[in-house]
């Protein structure tokens, strides 16, 4: 195979990364607290199919992993009393599961039967490293932009959220959710209010993602094309020299 072919190849594959990267990103666009993704590529050099003293190294490409947009989504009015939205970027609400705690901005909270602050999937919601329980017979929880939770005037409990100083450290976990995969430890945050009534919305933005998906699909398409006409040419030399011999 030709240089130009291998080239096109390792261009191809990253295309086909990044087209699933972006139909993701739109079937997410009304995911709350979605954040839109994108694939990181680079040049990466290595041997030419053919090579010799005189000729360089090629230059193929390289996916170089997925980056995550973490900027603040529209907030939403939804009136429901679980319901919470943090209005500041790189914080979030953390949330025990069976391999420790996660963090996530989907603040859409329900109560199980024991007055837990659960997630939609039933994980319990952390603040301040414990187990946010309320009383259901106190009626609704009214929370302050602090996270102190009230109860029919009496405090029963305090929401929080941390920060990390570098979100790389985030890996997408599944159901909204992020894992720290690093010994680096988050700080509980002062700074972000937790809004009642309201849900973060994805930050995505559809019109930027078809566009891109149509940019995708020519460039696929003009790759795939300059591959076939690689492997014509090649094709029609070695049968002229077939000839000629």
């Given at each position: 195979m030709e240089n130009a072919a291998y080239i096109g190849l390792s261009r191809q594959m990253t295309l086909r990364r990044e087209l699933d990267l972006v139909a993701n990103?739109?079937?997410?666009?009304?995911?709350?607290?979605?954040?839109?993704?994108?694939?990181?590529?680079?040049?990466?050099?290595?041997?030419?199919?053919?090579?010799?003293?005189?000729?360089?190294?090629?230059?193929?490409?390289?996916?170089?992993?997925?980056?995550?947009?973490?900027?603040?989504?529209?907030?939403?009015?939804?009136?429901?009393?679980?319901?919470?939205?943090?209005?500041?970027?790189?914080?979030?609400?953390?949330?025990?599961?069976?391999?420790?705690?996660?963090y996530t901005r989907d603040g859409a909270f329900t109560m199980d039967p024991e007055g837990r602050l659960t997630t939609k999937q039933g994980l319990p919601v952390l603040g301040g490293g414990a187990e946010i329980v309320l009383d259901p017979d106190l009626g609704p929880p009214s929370i302050g932009h602090d996270g102190s939770i009230t109860q029919n005037g009496r405090v029963t409990g305090q929401m929080s959220s941390v920060r990390f100083d570098a979100l790389g450290v985030l890996e997408k976990g599944g159901d909204g959710l992020y894992r720290n995969r690093s010994n680096v430890q988050p700080t509980e945050t002062t700074d972000v209010p937790i809004l009642q009534g309201m849900l973060e919305s994805s930050n995505v933005n559809p019109l930027v993602e078809i566009t891109n998906l149509v940019e995708i699909s020519r460039a696929y398409e003009s790759v795939s094309r300059m591959v076939e006409n690689t492997n014509d040419l090649s094709r029609r030399a070695v049968e002229r020299l077939g000839k000629a011999a």
């Open positions: 990103n739109i079937a997410n666009a009304d995911t709350t607290g979605f954040k839109v993704e994108q694939l990181l590529v680079s040049a990466e050099i290595g041997e030419r199919a053919r090579n010799d003293s005189i000729r360089p190294s090629a230059s193929f490409v390289l996916d170089n992993g997925v980056g995550r947009d973490f900027g603040q989504g529209s907030i939403k009015t939804t009136g429901r009393t679980l319901d919470f939205a943090l209005d500041g970027e790189g914080a979030f609400f953390v949330v025990q599961d069976a391999n420790g705690q996660a």
